[in-house]
């Protein structure tokens, strides 16, 4: 099966009169057609290097890069046939209204008139925002202004739709509402690369993703593969009545736990191996007839991942990126 997008060993190195930055340093990954894909990383880390690579807007350094199979650096006209992209800064014309952006970006992408008519119709029922049509763009809110400049990346129907911070800067509601519009893309058969510098939109978005940090890889996975693999989950337990505790407390020595905090009947147990020990919990109470108030397993999450990994926080360490 051909790759949607395959990378290898990508580098990429900007020299300036004082120094040497390597923005993307030897990266190797690839990206399944229909998925949501995302690189996650503070400020820095190189994502939009990546991406402006992939979509050959920037040379290569070092690597290959192939989009439906075709090389990045040698096939260029295929391979923008077949991207879309959505740039950290965005496109569309605030002095013009929605319908004349998305005019002339059919004109750019050389579709005629009428096709042009007949997709704007299309993206603006997939995307919501029939009723701005006549808006001029500076009037929309950020969330629709988005909306929009997808439209504008996607309005040739490509295979694989780029978005780079495609919600920062918005508040959670507008960044819930494009979640549900990537979706959708995604559940029409669309590839979506996309970066962001927030957990919980990776978390939540993501099928598979990436995390970068000074260009390189520094884990990948689904965001349940890579909770589970380096950090903890927490089992929070409440009984309901008192004379139990002690029972408890004795059997908790013998489990495979890391650490356990209690107050008074609740306990939380932090282990690496939550839904075995669950199994164990119910089958012990159920034996020494041990009423149970609460219980619930959860996840640590990627915000731990990135600490164990890099040993400091991602949510600290993109300041003044906002
Ligand atoms: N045109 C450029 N010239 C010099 N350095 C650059 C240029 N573009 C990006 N960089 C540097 O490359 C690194 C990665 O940047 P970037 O890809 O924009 O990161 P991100 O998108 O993850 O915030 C940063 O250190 C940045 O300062
Ligand atoms: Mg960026």
New binding site residues.
């Given amino acids: 099966m051909v790759k949607t997008i395959s990378v290898e060993n990508l580098s990429k190195i900007?020299v300036?009169k004082k120094q040497k930055?390597t923005?993307v340093d030897n990266i190797s990954f690839t990206v399944n057609q229909g998925e949501i894909f995302s690189f996650l990383?503070p400020?820095?880390?190189?994502?939009?290097?990546?991406q402006r690579m992939l979509t050959t807007l920037l040379p290569v350094d070092g690597g290959t890069a192939h989009i439906v199979g075709y090389n990045v650096l040698t096939d260029v006209k295929k391979v923008r046939a077949n991207i879309g992209y959505v740039s950290q800064l965005g496109g569309a014309d605030p002095n013009a209204t929605v319908c004349e952006n998305l005019q002339l970006t059919g004109k750019l992408y050389g579709l005629s008139g009428r096709d042009i008519s007949q997709k704007i119709k299309k993206m603006s029922k997939l995307l919501d925002f029939n009723e701005l049509l006549s808006r001029f763009v500076r009037t929309l809110s950020g969330g629709q202004k988005r909306r929009v400049e997808i439209a504008q990346g996607i309005l040739h129907e490509p295979k694989i739709l780029f978005l780079d911070e495609l919600t920062t800067g918005l508040d959670l509601q507008n960044r819930v509402n494009l979640w549900q519009h990537i979706r959708k893309l995604r559940d029409n058969g669309m590839t979506i690369f996309l970066?962001t510098h927030y957990l919980e939109e990776a978390d939540a978005l993501s099928d598979r993703l990436i995390i970068?940090d000074h260009?390189k890889i520094i884990a990948q996975g689904t965001p349940t593969d890579l909770k589970k693999k380096v950090s903890y989950e927490a089992i929070s337990i409440e009984l309901k009545n008192l004379q139990d505790v002690k029972k408890m407390k004795q059997f908790f020595n013998q489990l495979a736990i890391d650490n356990v905090i209690e107050a008074d009947m609740k306990f939380t147990l932090y282990t690496s191996k939550g839904e075995e020990l669950v199994a164990n919990i119910f089958e012990y109470m159920k034996e020494h007839h041990i009423e149970l108030a609460n219980i619930s397993l959860s996840m640590a999450s990627l915000n731990d991942v990135f600490l164990t990994l890099t040993g400091k926080e991602l949510r600290d360490s993109g300041k003044g990126?906002e």
């Fill in positions: 900007f300036s930055v923005a990383g400020n820095g880390a190189g994502k939009t290097t990546t970066t970068l260009g990126d």
